[in-house]
């Protein structure tokens, strides 16, 4: 069976610093591959996603980026993290078959101080 | 492009009370609606799909394409259905996939 696996589950970052958040996925090849930001009061926002290695695609400008290194391997980064950044970082997989659901991992809470 | 609408952000009810959580769809083509829950200290997961009819553990959704709607309907709450729940469309590779902005159940005892 697929599995899912985010670390870290939570880090406390200061303004400015880098950030690096990984997800892989396990059971499965060539997902595609989705970062979510869950925002206290704001639902779930779509950040990137990725059909493929070096894929990736995203339609909200923002301070972060996403690189595809693996066909499993989704990588969330950021050089310089502000406050807005902080929230809570969602990584999911979907196999490309009509009315699959996504799967989620555990999430990463990111609190930037 | 696919989207979906959850109207409250938080709904509060007693154990026992029916409970309803509003989804409305404006897209066109088939509207395989998807309802996904996230308990506390627990990963987001599915909770059920319009095309396998199904209910899990008490809840329904029924697709009223006159309406536009997927409402989440459960006749008695209870505590243990707290939690934040997310209407979804459903998936197609490429797309970007655009949650409903959720609603926070609260079950009171």
Known sequence: ?113 | AQRVTQPEKLLSVFKGAPVELKCNYSYSGSPELFWYVQYSRQRLQLLLRHISRESIKGFTADLNKGETSFHLKKPFAQEEDSAMYYCAPPNNAGNMLTFGGGTRLMVKP
Do not use: M
């Open chain 1, 1 to 113: 069976s697929q599995t899912i696996h985010q670390w870290p589950a939570t880090l406390v970052q200061p303004v400015g610093s880098p950030l690096s958040l990984e997800c892989t996925v396990e059971g499965t090849s060539n997902p595609n591959l989705y970062w979510y930001r869950q925002a206290a009061g704001r639902g779930l926002q779509l950040l990137f996603y990725s059909v493929g290695i070096g894929q990736i695609s995203s339609e909200v400008p923002q301070n972060l980026s996403a690189s595809r290194p693996q066909d499993r391997q989704f990588i969330l980064s950021s050089k310089k993290l502000l406050l807005s950044d902080s929230g809570f970082y969602l990584c999911a997989f979907f196999l490309g078959e009509f009315n699959s659901p996504l799967h989620f991992g555990n999430g990463t809470r990111l609190t930037v101080t």
